[in-house]
């Protein structure tokens, strides 16, 4: 926000007061004293109309009087106080905009451009458009995903956080609300950096183990149905899986160049399909079939080592089932 714009009818007017407040403070001054002269004659009025008679002379002190006697009033000193010095009250007033939303936190300024766009659909097309044009690095959306991933260990119930593999049902109605946020991030973030949002296969690849190696680690239930929303995002990052991994089999020049770091991911594709039970193991056996061309390239000299290479890696093509979570 550009702090120069300046913005009317916040803050203070700074600076000396104008000629027309001078001459209006002035005029209240000379109208001030002229009420007071006229009070002053009126009084020394009513008070020479009450020591004279109707013919105009003056009563001596034992002449009666013809006053009715409601009308005998003594006279009053009448005193004049000096005139204070007046002093105006400020009153307070709200922030203006652009200060009050340097002030706000992260969370009330979402809240509120959620409730703007709730109120006024349109806006939601315009920060659509400009989120497209966004390119959020792994590093910030890892920094988001520990973020809820610290609110859902803080959200376990005190009595049960020594045990992170069996919680009770208890944990997990506690528990739930911060389960799904997390999880809903997470696939969120992962969409974002896959074909063809990103070119890189590279960024896909560190963002699809850094994602699948935080749910693998997640605290587990008693219960296999209370783990069920793990299974789903995991049987979701098994698709996306094979989906990088389906483009990487198109660029032949990165499968053949690559093929040492395609080799590493596949060992860590391999530790957390076992964590899972199962759950990867569609896109572990394609990522397996794609080294073992990679080596049948790269080694086109050695037929014998290819083939017990293929031999190492072969594994079943047939789609993963969710496996027992007990």
Request: charged share 20%.
């Amino acid at each position: 926000m550009d702090n120069n714009t300046a913005v009317p009818g916040a803050g203070f007017s700074w600076g000396f007061k104008s000629d027309n407040i001078m001459k209006c403070q002035a005029q209240e001054n000379q109208q001030a004293r002229e009420n007071e002269k006229s009070l002053n004659n009126m009084v020394a009025d009513l008070v020479q109309s009450q020591g004279m008679d109707s013919k105009g002379r003056k009563r001596r002190l034992d002449e009666p009087t013809n006053l009715q006697p409601q009308l005998m009033v003594p006279p009053r000193k009448y005193s004049v106080s000096k005139r204070r010095p007046h002093h105006s009250s400020i009153s307070g007033q709200p922030l203006p905009l652009h200060r009050g939303l340097e002030l706000m936190s992260k969370d009330q300024v979402q809240h509120i451009l959620v409730e703007v766009m709730k109120n006024y659909p349109i806006t939601q097309q315009l920060v659509q458009t400009k989120l497209v044009d966004f390119n959020f690095s792994i590093d910030r959306c890892e920094f988001l995903l520990k973020e809820k991933l610290q609110q859902l260990h803080e959200s376990i119930p005190y009595s049960r956080s020594y045990d992170y593999q069996s919680l009770s049902d208890y944990a997990f109605i506690r528990m739930k609300p911060y389960i799904l946020e997390f999880l809903n991030c997470l696939v969120d973030c992962v969409l974002d950096r896959i074909p063809p949002r990103v070119d890189n296969l590279h960024e896909s690849l560190k963002i699809l183990d850094m994602t699948t190696d935080m749910v693998t680690r997640l605290p587990r239930f008693q219960l296999a149905s209370n783990n069920y929303y793990y299974d789903k995002c995991l049987e979701q990052l098994a698709c996306l899986w094979c989906t990088v991994i389906e483009h990487l089999a198109r660029d032949v020049i990165m499968t053949v160049n690559d093929a040492p770091l395609l080799r590493s991911w596949i060992q860590k594709l391999e530790v957390y399909n076992e964590s899972c039970h199962g759950i990867l193991t569609k896109p572990l056996s394609q990522f397996k079939s794609l080294a073992v061309v990679d080596a049948g390239v790269t080694d086109s000299n050695s037929a014998n080592g290819a083939n017990a290479t293929r031999n190492q890696w072969s594994g079943s093509t047939d789609n993963y089932t969710v496996g027992d979570n007990q």
